[in-house]
Every structure is written in structure tokens, then in C-alpha cells.
């Protein structure tokens, strides 16, 4: 059978969204209406006639409502084969009405976790009879439609039929949605009431938010999933207020910025510049325009083309000054009216706003494919408190040497492994990412800050008095010595290298001022 007017249709929603303007429409068409409780009283109040569950199946709703729906007058007419002789005669038998649509959403189970109501509460608003109503529908998608999307009402209302390729439509999604609801459930019980980081089956409830341009190369694929609750700041609950589409990769990069620029997101005002996942400039500094001059002039040839995230309002004075060369995105918190009309004019600048910046230190875990798999992880929200540092050489680090070490290991927790970061007065002076060894990190970000020195006219890099942070341990003082060639005066590091005895002696020979943090940040 391809098109299938609608006779009789069971209508029981928790969001009543268009089901009122849908049931009008389908009675409009001469369908009966069945349904229960509150959307009853819903369709009742709009005026509409509505025929109970309750006397379709000759039981009352009992349980508190939890069994209402659960019974063969219901299922037996959702799953019955309407061209199999069979089902036919069972039907009549027992006196079995065809239902030709179900329209159904679940109990709001997310949104009462999010809301952190209590266990009671939270096991009471997981639907029993909904989903069962949906699966009932979804399987015998020949016979039945199931609508759980209120976007499908009006189509469906309209015509008062739908057609085969409709209902293959509409059963595809209503498997997305049961398998989404259950996997909510499922990570609920797992983590929040069993306390279990890894469960023996992780499943990951995810919606397509956007489908991409294309993924990191054009000949790839892209799309966008986000949780159906996105944490407050996170790039998931983003706003768009210009430019292109983003791509896979502008996605990427916006991730890295707002991941380090919310490590200071209750520091004074500070810019992140990113390229390829990479933070090429970091400054804090009493004005937005002056951190982003200082941030960009730790490398303002890799800042061409890059990914800026700021962790205040942005203002009109440093949209100006981000205008002045080609970037990618911005990403702020917010923007005020001065910023939006600079940016205006650059047509594909593309500007993010997320009204909040998320907590570096929140729970989650992070997902990898390998092949045939995923690794999965907790979230690296390290962070140090005073009682983790230990100076272990015979000078101790001055308070702007400890201010300075402090900045530049939270960069280098940001930093492809492995990572070397030099700082100086609440700025980045030179950055070594994602190389095979740590002293070719060390003399990459020193030649960085040279380079930067010789194009800004400075009479010295930054790295003169900076520190150093090294996302792990020096396994040999050369990586050190090349920091301290470089200018550094003070090192921020792990330690735990069998060699530490060897790297402290070779600090407090070159007078250095060396703590050790005892976490390691490696970033793969």
C-alpha cells in the first residue's frame, strides 16, 4: 500500500508544540481522534472531539498513568499487517480497529536530569508506553505512520494521508529518537546513579546539528552532532552571527580557542589566537586590544588565516584591530554594537558568539576513533593549586618569574605534544608544538620569538627573562639548556624523569629557578 488516508490517529505527546493545529487539520479530514491525559484535555479545550484510550481498550488509565497504552486494542492495532488474511481475521475476531498514525514525543527524562531533579523524579519521567507505542508504528511503517517530529505535523495535517515514502522517512526517525532516548537512560544509570566512567556499553546520544561543507579536505565528508543539552559556552550551543558557513576544520580550530581561553575565563581581559588546533598567540592584559596586539605579536605570520577566542564582551577597538588582517573566526563570549558594525564589513569573517565560556575543570568524556574502535578518556581538567608547586633548584622563582610560569604551563596544557611554551608579563614570547622530541620544540619556539623580535623591531626576543613550560619532563638537559640559551630564567616542568638530578643541577648551574608541578598535560 502507498498512500494511506488517515482513519483514526492516537495522538499522546509530553510537548504539545502543533499538536492542536495537527489534530484540527486531521479532523478537518474525517479522522477520529484517540488519545490520553493531558493531550487529551489539550485537544478537548481547543474544542475538538477526542475518543479516550482508556475506551478503546475497556481499562482505565491506572499506575499514576503508567499503564495506559500498554495493551492489544492499541498494539494490535499498530502491528497488524493489513494485506495478510491472518491479521485480518484476528482483528475482527477481537474486534481490533486499524490505527493509521501515531504521534508521540517522550517524557522530558533529559531535561529533568538537566534540571537536577531528584532520583524519584528523574526514574518517573522515563516513558514506558511511548516508546513502545513508537517502535509498535516505526516497525509496521508499511501499514502505519509515526510522526515524533512536530517539523512533520504540517505536511501530514495538510494532506490527511501520507505515502510510503513518507512513513520510511518517518520510521527512520522515530528509531533515532527511541535509540537516542534510551542511550540518555542508559548514560544516566551509568554515570550519575552508578557512578560508572566506563560502562561495559557506551552509547552516545548525539543530534546533527549541521551538515559541513566538506570534512578536513574536500574530498571528505562533515557533519556536526551535538547533545540534545549542550553545556552552557561550549561550541555545541554557539550562535552564528556572520560570515560563511563553518567548516569542519574552522569548527576544530574555534574548539581549541575556546578550550585555552576558558582557562582564563576569570583572568583579566585575554586573547587566544589558534592555528591548526595550535595556539600560536597567547596574552592577558588590562584591555582586549591590548592582548590581541600582544598575542599577535608573538606570531603574526601564523595569525594570517587564524582562529581568534576572547574571554570578554568584544568590544569595537579590538574588532578593529582583528579586521586588519585575514582571520577565519572570532569567538566571544559576546559582542557589543561598535564590534558587530566593524565586523560587518568583512562579509566572510565569521563571528560565533556562545554567551558564556565553558568551566575548564567540568566532567565529560572524550571520544577517538582508532580502527575497528574508539578510545575514550576522562577530560584533562588538570589544574594547580600553590600546594602542587615544589621549587626543587636552590633559587626560588621570583613573583613575576611564578605569575609567568603559571601562564605558560596553562598554554602548554593547549599545546600539541611536544610542547614548549615561553611567557613573559602575561603574554606568549615563543611557541614549540607537535615535534618528535622536546629540544627541537625548545629551539623552534626560540627562533619563534627571535623571528618575532626582528619583525616587530624589538631589541631582544621575548624570551630574555621569560619562562619556560614544558607540557612533560626534560629527559636530558639539553632541552632545558636550550631554553636557558634562548633567555629563560625560570622553568615550570613535571619532573619524574630518571634524569631529574641531572636537569636540576643543570639549572642551578645556569642560576635557573625550576618547579616542579607533578602532572603531565601531553596533548595528542
Partial sequence: M???????????????????????????????????????????????????????????????????????????????????????????????????????????????????????????????????????????????????????????????????????????????????????????FAHADQGEAFPERLSVPLRRAQTLRYGENPHQSAALYVPAFAPQGSLADHRQVQGKELSYNNLADADAALELVSEFRDADPTVVIVKHANPCGVATAATLSEAYAAAFACDSVSAFGGIIAVNRTLDGATAQAIAGIFTEVVAAPDADDDALAVFAAKKNLRLILTGALPDPRRAGLMLRTVAGGALVQSRDGGSLADRDLKVVTKRQPSEQELADCRFAWTVAKHVKSNAIVYAKGGATAGIGAGQMNRLESARIAAWKARDAAEKAGWSEARTIGSAVASDAFFPFADGLMAAVEAGATAVIQPGGSIRDDEVIAAADEAGLAMIFTGMRHFRH
Avoid: C
Fill in 2 to 188: 502507498t498512500s494511506i488516508p488517515i482513519r483514526r490517529a492516537l495522538l499522546s505527546v509530553s510537548d504539545k508544540t502543533g499538536i492542536v493545529e495537527l489534530a484540527e487539520a486531521l479532523a478537518r479530514h474525517g479522522a477520529e481522534l484517540v488519545s490520553t491525559g493531558g493531550t487529551a484535555r489539550a485537544l478537548r479545550d481547543a474544542g475538538l472531539t477526542v475518543r479516550d484510550v482508556s475506551e478503546l481498550t475497556g481499562f482505565p488509565e491506572m499506575m499514576d498513568g503508567r499503564v495506559k497504552t500498554l495493551h492489544p486494542m492499541v498494539h494490535g492495532g499498530l502491528l497488524a499487517v493489513r494485506d495478510d488474511a491472518a491479521h485480518v481475521a484476528a482483528m475482527a475476531e477481537h474486534g481490533i480497529g486499524a490505527i493509521d498514525l501515531v504521534v508521540v514525543n517522550l517524557y522530558p527524562f533529559g531535561a529533568t536530569v538537566a534540571k537536577g531533579a531528584g532520583r524519584d523524579e528523574v526514574i518517573e519521567n522515563i516513558d514506558i508506553g511511548g516508546p513502545s507505542m513508537v517502535r509498535s508504528a516505526a516497525k509496521n511503517h508499511a501499514h502505519v505512520a509515526i510522526l515524533t517530529d512536530p517539523a512533520d505535523y504540517a505536511a501530514v495535517g495538510e494532506a490527511g494521508q501520507t505515502n510510503l515514502e513518507q512513513r520510511r522517512r518517518f520510521a527512520a526517525k522515530a528509531f533515532a529518537a527511541t535509540a537516542e532516548y534510551d542511550a540518555t537512560i542508559a548514560g544516566w
